[in-house]
C-alpha cells in the first residue's frame, strides 16, 4: 500500500473539510446538478477522446496509485548475483529450474531467452520492445487522467456559465437566484477540486510510478545481457550498481 497516496488524499480532503465546516454547514456545498455537470461532462468528453477500451482500463491502472509493486532496486541486484554466480560455476543451463521460482514475467523471459541460447543483441531487441510498449501503457494511463483533470475545471465553467443563465432569467424571482448562483458557484468548486485533488495528482504518480518500473526493468535487462556474455559476477554488479545513487547501492565486502 502506497501511504504517500493515502496521506495526500486524506490531508488534502481532509483540510478542505475543515475550512467548510469551520465557515458553515456542510450541506451548502453538496448539488447534485453540480456534481452531474462536472462528473458527468468529464466522463462524456474523455470517452469522445479516447476509445472506449482505454478509458475502462484507466479504472485497472488507477490502483497503482494507491499499490506499489516495483521491485526493490537492491534485491535484483542479489538476484542476479545468484545467477551469475551459479551460471559461472554451472553454466547457462543450470538456470532453467529457477525459472519457475520467478514472479516477474519481465524477467522469467529474459532469462528463458538466455538459457534458450539467444544471441545477446536480439534479447535486447526483444525486451527493450517490452520496455518500450510497457512505457507506452503506462504514459496512456497517466494521460488520460491528465487530460480529465483539464476537462474537470472546464466542465465546472460550463456549469458556471448555466447557473448564471438560469439566475439572470430570474432575477423577477428572487427565490429562484439562490439555486441559480448555486450551481453557478459550486460546479466550478466541483471542478477545481477534482482537477487538483485527484486526476492531475495521480496522472503525476502514475508517471512517477512509471519511471521506477522502468528503472527495475532496465536493470533487468542489463542484468540478462550480463550473464548471456558470460561476464564476471562483479562487474556485473558495478554495472547494476551504476544505475542507483550511491547512497543505496550494494556493497559487496
Request: with cysteine; hydrophobic share 45%; glycine share 10%.
Amino acid at each position: 500500500m502506497d501511504l504517500a497516496t493515502i496521506l495526500g488524499l486524506v490531508i488534502a480532503f481532509g483540510l478542505v473539510s475543515a475550512a467548510i465546516l469551520f465557515g458553515g454547514s456542510p450541506l451548502i456545498f453538496l448539488n447534485a446538478p453540480s456534481a452531474l455537470i462536472v462528473l458527468g461532462g468529464t466522463i462524456g468528453a474523455t470517452l469522445v477522446n479516447y476509445p472506449m477500451g482505454h478509458v475502462l482500463g484507466v479504472i485497472g491502472i488507477v490502483k497503482n496509485t494507491f499499490m506499489t509493486k516495483v521491485d526493490n532496486p537492491s534485491r535484483i541486484i542479489e538476484q542476479f548475483m545468484d545467477y551469475a554466480n551459479k551460471a559461472r560455476r554451472e553454466g547457462i543451463l543450470s538456470l532453467e529450474p529457477m525459472l519457475k521460482n520467478i514472479d516477474d514475467q519481465y524477467l522469467k523471459k529474459g532469462l528463458q531467452l538466455t538459457v534458450d541460447g539467444l544471441e545477446p543483441q536480439t534479447i535486447q531487441e526483444i525486451m527493450e520492445t517490452e520496455i518500450s510498449y510497457l512505457e507506452e501503457r503506462h504514459e496512456t494511463g497517466a494521460e488520460i487522467l491528465g487530460i480529465m483533470g483539464s476537462f474537470a475545471p472546464a466542465m465546472g465553467m460550463i456549469g458556471t456559465v448555466i447557473g448564471l443563465v438560469q439566475m439572470l432569467q430570474a432575477l423577477d424571482d428572487p427565490s429562484a437566484i439562490g439555486p441559480a448562483m448555486a450551481v453557478a458557484l459550486i460546479t466550478t468548486f466541483y471542478g477545481a477540486l477534482l482537477a487538483n485533488l485527484v486526476f492531475n495528482p495521480m496522472s503525476g504518480k502514475l508517471r512517477a510510478r512509471s519511471k521506477e518500473e522502468i528503472l527495475a526493468k532496465e536493470m533487468m535487462l542489463e542484468g540478462i545481457l550480463c550473464i548471456s556474455k558470460g561476464e564476471n559476477p562483479r562487474i556485473i554488479e558495478e554495472k547494476l550498481n551504476s544505475y542507483l545513487p550511491p547512497k543505496i547501492r550494494r556493497i559487496t565486502d
